[in-house]
T-cell receptor, first 115, second 116 residues
Framework: AQSVTQLGSHVSVSEGALVLLRCNYS??????LFWYVQYPNQGLQLLLK??????LVKGINGFEAEFKKSETSFHLTKPSAHMSDAAEYFC?????????????FGQGTTLQVKP | DTGVSQDPRHKITKRGQNVTFRCDPI?????LYWYRQTLGQGPEFLTY????????KSRLLSDRFSAERPKGSFSTLEIQRTEQGDSAMYLC??????????????FGSGTQLSVL
């Protein structure tokens, strides 16, 4: 069985500060991992995905995530937070051993950015 | 490309009533997914279609739920005899996939269902 756990339901940072959103996964097969962002009243948008090509994955809006097998982690980072980054972020794993649209999502982390 | 659209945006119904939601995927996307999201939780997979064929349903999905995708274009999700526990955001997503790998999902804004 596969699962993801997001540590911290709410994260608050100051504008310009480092953003770190934590995600740990459990998978019996090599995982395909994703980060999605959800802005209020909008659909989920893909930020980035890990498909085993490279452990450091760069996404949109300056976000990146590093796959660490030894720690079963896929944490999302951004060097400098912007007010527009305030949203809910979801980590997800693709079910099974292929990269398909059937995903298991974490519970989400709400990012607050303070001026 | 107008994105994935879902209708209605909000639905309020009384317990025991039937409701139907519609999803229009991005044109020519061959896969369509339904997810459900309750407050404070991540989306949960319900079912998906490849063209008009429903390939998988979640074991958690009650028999009161049925989905169709006639002609492989838009899809409808019907909930019969709604219960208060059905209150949630119902999300639709579509993708264009050729060989079942490297899919990218495009999500709609969802239909918020409230069962009174």
């Amino acid at each position: 069985a596969q699962s993801v756990t997001q540590l911290g339901s709410h994260v608050s940072v100051s504008e310009g500060a480092l953003v770190l959103l934590r995600c740990n996964y459990s998978s019996s097969v090599p995982p395909y991992l994703f980060w999605y962002v959800q802005y209020p009243n909008q659909g989920l948008q893909l930020l980035l995905k890990y498909t085993s090509a490279a452990t450091l994955v760069k996404g949109i809006n300056g976000f990146e995530a590093e796959f660490k097998k030894s720690e079963t982690s896929f944490h999302l980072t951004k060097p400098s937070a912007h007010m527009s980054d305030a949203a809910e972020y979801f980590c997800a794993v693709s079910v099974g051993s292929s990269n398909t649209g059937k995903l298991i999502f974490g519970q989400g982390t709400t990012l607050q950015v303070k001026p | 490309d107008t994105g994935v659209s879902q209708d209605p945006r909000h639905k309020i119904t009384k317990r025991g009533q039937n409701v139907t939601f519609r999803c229009d995927p991005i044109s020519e996307h061959n896969r369509l997914y339904w997810y459900r999201q309750t407050l404070g939780q991540g989306p949960e997979f319900l079912t998906y279609f490849q063209n008009e064929a429903q390939l998988e349903k979640s074991r958690l999905l009650s028999d009161r739920f049925s989905a169709e995708r006639p002609k492989g274009s838009f899809s409808t999700l019907e909930i019969q005899r709604t219960e208060q526990g059905d209150s949630a955001m119902y999300l639709c997503a579509s993708s264009l996939t050729v060989n079942s790998t490297n899919e990218k999902l495009f999500f709609g804004s969802g239909t918020q269902l409230s069962v009174l």
